[in-house]
């Protein structure tokens, strides 16, 4: 039997169903790959985070993250909408989206800010839904994904990149076997 090599990139081929943790070391797909070809992925998510959360309807996701707005970016632009949206295509790399919309009505210029969060995120932990809104709050911010954009969602959620993580490992999950929570 021949021991794959770490660094080569024929090993990292035949794990196309690792597509959410593309960027993360040889060595951390291949422990994945493990905990998928063991069964065990879903043991290793639920113990983790055994429960989802109640927020459910728009409204309730529109306060949540209204909360964490006014908690940690009080001075942004105020939030005009936020809401769950099934016509995000997690498979495309989209958890989530932030809006800022500009238009001129008459003299004054109107501003809005929405979020939408992919829907599929309706039945999930509250640790990933906060992850997303972290994130999509963040670009009000900082539009780009550099290091002052990742410093304020740390500072928003200190376990924002091990829930980043753990949401894709998640995803992975959804994309093999369907649902986890029920």
């Known amino acids: 039997m021949r021991v794959p090599n770490l660094r080569s990139i024929d090993y990292l081929l035949p794990m196309k169903h690792l597509q959410y943790l ?19 992925l879903a043991e290793v998510l ?11 309807t728009d409204n309730a ?13 009080s001075k942004a632009q105020p939030l005009s909408r936020v809401a769950y949206d099934g016509k995000i295509k997690v498979i495309q790399h989209a958890l989530g989206q932030h809006h800022y919309i ?8 109107k501003t809005q800010n929405e979020i939408k969060i992919a829907s599929v995120f309706r039945n999930a932990p509250e640790a990933f839904l906060k992850m997303i809104v ?8 900082e539009k780009e994904h550099n290091k002052a954009f990742y410093q304020l969602c740390c500072h928003m959620e200190p376990n924002y990149h091990q829930y980043e993580f753990d949401l894709r490992l998640y995803l992975t999950y959804l994309d093999l076997c369907g649902e986890l929570y029920e």
Do not use: C, W
């Open 22 to 40: 593309t960027g993360y070391s040889p060595q951390t797909l291949q422990q994945v790959d493990v905990l998928i070809n063991e069964g065990r």
């Open 46 to 56: 639920l113990r983790r985070y055994p429960n989802t959360h109640s927020i459910r």
């Open 61 to 73: 996701l529109y306060t949540y993250t209204q909360t964490l707005k006014s908690e940690f970016m």
């Open 102 to 109: 500009t238009r001129v009505q008459g003299s004054k210029l």
């Open 134 to 141: 972290v994130h999509e709050l963040a670009h009000f911010r």
